[in-house]
Structures are given as structure tokens and as C-alpha cells.
């Protein structure tokens, strides 16, 4: 047997209170486990390993419990509701691999009609799930857009200007200015030094860095607009 009766006394004699774990449920835990051996196969040989271990060691408790109906059932639904609210907020780590633990376990909470959980319990269930829905929410909210880069091209009257060791020094100096990147390329057989800035960068700070770049050795002229075919 999976459980034993207890025996106490009152006015009328010996009354047997009855705390066996339905074989139902006890089958039901023990699937949970077996359920998560497909989990523990993927997760332990990566380097998430220690965290899928952690993750499936109380899946087990309830089993220890199987004598103690109110125990089994509180457990299997605090550890289940628990389980089903990291598989959803870890799902990007692979702990979605738990939910079906998770399901078998509530499953076996709310099996015996004699020791269904209470409201109290209910209520443990519930803030689980609303943490869960609002931490989803929180991690798989879009990420707010990026203004896009502004940029100044300045043709160069000769490519060898890239290669100068002073050129480059001065090259450098316009990040003081507000640019975020220098870099020279090659295009149609002209040769371009382009300057990014941020978008937010205020126009007075704009118009001195097109001025420091105009005076870089070799600088042509300065274009905002990106140059584009021959």
C-alpha cells in the first residue's frame, strides 16, 4: 500500500481516519518524473546543466508524501504551479521541457474530490500564475526602438590619406565631436571617409563636426546624404 489509515478515538468508539494517497495520483507523480527524464537528456549535457538538475529535484517530493493526503496534494500543487510558471518564464532556456511535469502534478493535486485544495491553496496557484503572466510580459516586451545613425561622407582627393599617421590621429579626434565611428572605403574609384553620429546629437554639435571633418587633410568635400552608385 501507498498510504495507512490512522485511528482515533471519540464517543462512539474507534474511527479510522482515512489518509491514503489515491492510486491515481501516486501513478500520476511518479509519470511526472519519468516525464522529465527527456528534459534532463537535453539540459544536462549543456551548460545549462546545474539549472535543469535544480529544476527538476522537487519534482520528486511529493512521492516521499504519498502517506500524507493533504501534504501530497498541497505539494504537488505549490510545486507544480511553480513549475508550469518557470517553464513559461524560462521557456527561452528550455525549462518549456517541464510542463508537462508540471500538468501531471496539478493533475494529481485536484484528483481526490475528498482533498481538493482549498481557497488558501487556490490562492497559491493563482499568484503563481499572474507572477508568471507579468515576468512573460516584462521579458517579451519589444525593446524600444533605436533612433537610426546619421552619417557625413567626405570624399578624400586620395586614397593614400587613409593609410597617414597624422590623418588617422585627426581621424580619431571627431569622436570627441560627437561621431561615433570614422571609417574610410572605396566606391566607383573615389575614396570616402564616413563619419556616423547619433541621431539625437544636437544640430549645433552636428555642424561642428561636418567643420572638423571639412578640415581634415585631403577632405574634398562633406555630404549628409550617403553616396550612392558611380
Not at 529535484?57 to 501534504?71: A, E, I, K, T
Not at 507579468?134 to 557625413?152: H, K, M, N, Q
Not at 574609384?189 to 581634415?216: C, N, S, T, W
Request: contains cysteine; charged residues 15%; aromatic residues 8%.
Amino acid at each position: 500500500m501507498n498510504a495507512f489509515k490512522l485511528s482515533a478515538f471519540s464517543s462512539g468508539g474507534v474511527v479510522e481516519v482515512d489518509t491514503r494517497v489515491l492510486r491515481r495520483q501516486s501513478a500520476l507523480a511518479v509519470a511526472a518524473v519519468v516525464t522529465m527524464a527527456p528534459a534532463l537528456a537535453v539540459g544536462v549535457p549543456s551548460g545549462l546543466g546545474p539549472l535543469f538538475i535544480l529544476t527538476a529535484l522537487p519534482v520528486g517530493l511529493p512521492l516521499c508524501m504519498r502517506h500524507q493526503r493533504q501534504g501530497f496534494a498541497r505539494a504537488c500543487l505549490v510545486i507544480g504551479s511553480g513549475l508550469l510558471t518557470w517553464g513559461v518564464v524560462g521557456f527561452i532556456l528550455g525549462m518549456f521541457l517541464f510542463i508537462p511535469a508540471a500538468m501531471l502534478l496539478l493533475t494529481a493535486a485536484l484528483l481526490d474530490r475528498r482533498n481538493r485544495p482549498g481557497l488558501k491553496d487556490r490562492g497559491v496557484l493563482g499568484a503563481f500564475l499572474v507572477v508568471g503572466a507579468i515576468l512573460v510580459v516584462f521579458l517579451t516586451r519589444p525593446a524600444p526602438d533605436e533612433p537610426a545613425p546619421g552619417s557625413y561622407q567626405a570624399r578624400l582627393d586620395s586614397g593614400s590619406r587613409l593609410h597617414q599617421q597624422n590623418f588617422a590621429v585627426q581621424k580619431n579626434q571627431l569622436l570627441e565631436f560627437g561621431a561615433t565611428t570614422a571609417d574610410g572605403y572605396e566606391s566607383c574609384q573615389h575614396f570616402y571617409l564616413e563619419v556616423e553620429f547619433p541621431e539625437g546629437l544636437p544640430d549645433a554639435r552636428r555642424a561642428e563636426l561636418e567643420k572638423q571633418i571639412g578640415m581634415l587633410p585631403g577632405v574634398v568635400e562633406v555630404e549628409r546624404r550617403a553616396i550612392e552608385g558611380c
